[in-house]
């Protein structure tokens, strides 16, 4: 079975008008059976750097920015989407935020220490472009912090309810030669997450949050379920 590009750009508009499909996805999802979260060992990259200024490109409802605003008191930290809701979300949690493309970033040369992307590279249409902006916008010696899915990324559930990978352009496979075309190192970290459902009601839930043109089929079971996650972390400079 071929994958399917879950990301193009009518797609991704709809899915993130309100923040109700990333919700659903967002609150299955358990650390690795060692009790490694992907969200955690970003925010340790970022605050190994000890940056000054950072940018977050898609910050999605900004839990993450929140958490690295905790972290790292006194930083100068700022936040695009292109979806005004996320923003508004994100600025209510005292985020400075703003709507814009990652394909043309609203910022000079060299103006930040750090730029992270946490699940959304595989949604910049034109993702060479996106990276050399993020390139662009980084200072001299500063770290990008990306974080992406792999391509069996709740593999086993997608194909069980009659569908297929979700191979994307910036995943665990091809991410690292992606990111060596515009930075001189990159490295990785790899964890096997955990989708946790109570129940097939929630797992359906999941499957139609992406607003994929697949006809969900997943065959009916009781009580909960557990399916793998594959997530990469990756620090380039």
């Known amino acids: 079975m071929t994958g399917f590009e879950a990301h193009a750009p009518d797609t991704v508009r709809r899915q993130y008008a309100d923040e109700g499909n990333l919700q659903t996805r967002e609150s299955v999802w358990q650390p690795t059976h060692e009790g490694r979260d992907p969200s955690t060992v970003a925010l340790e ?3 190994a750097a000890s940056p000054a200024r950072m ?5 999605g409802t900004g839990v993450f920015a929140e958490r690295v605003a905790a972290r790292l008191p006194g930083l100068d930290l700022v936040a695009i989407d292109q979806s005004e809701r996320l923003v508004e979300l994100t600025a209510a949690r005292g985020i400075t935020a703003h709507v814009a493309d ?3 970033l609203p910022f000079p040369d060299d103006s930040f220490d750090v730029v992270a992307a946490m699940w959304m590279l595989y949604h910049v249409t034109d993702l060479h472009r996106g990276l050399a902006e993020v390139r662009r916008v980084l200072r001299p010696g500063g770290t990008f912090v990306a974080v992406t899915n792999g391509d069996e990324h709740v593999g086993e559930l997608r194909q069980s309810a009659g569908g297929p990978l979700a191979l994307t352009h910036f995943s665990s496979e ?3 030669e992606a990111l060596r075309r515009h930075f001189s190192d990159a490295r990785r970290d790899d964890l096997r997450t955990r989708a946790v459902f109570p129940d097939h009601a929630a797992a359906v839930a999941y499957l139609h949050s992406s607003q994929e043109p697949v006809e969900w089929d ?3 079971f009781e ?3 557990e399916y793998a996650g594959h997530v990469t972390v ?3 400079r």
Do not use: I, K, M, Y
């Open 45 to 47: 990259e970022v605050a």
């Open 55 to 59: 940018l977050e490109v898609g910050c």
């Open 102 to 104: 990652t394909q043309s």
């Open 174 to 176: 091809n991410g690292e």
């Open 218 to 220: 997943l065959p009916h």
């Open 223 to 225: 009580g909960s379920r």
């Open 234 to 236: 990756f620090v380039a």
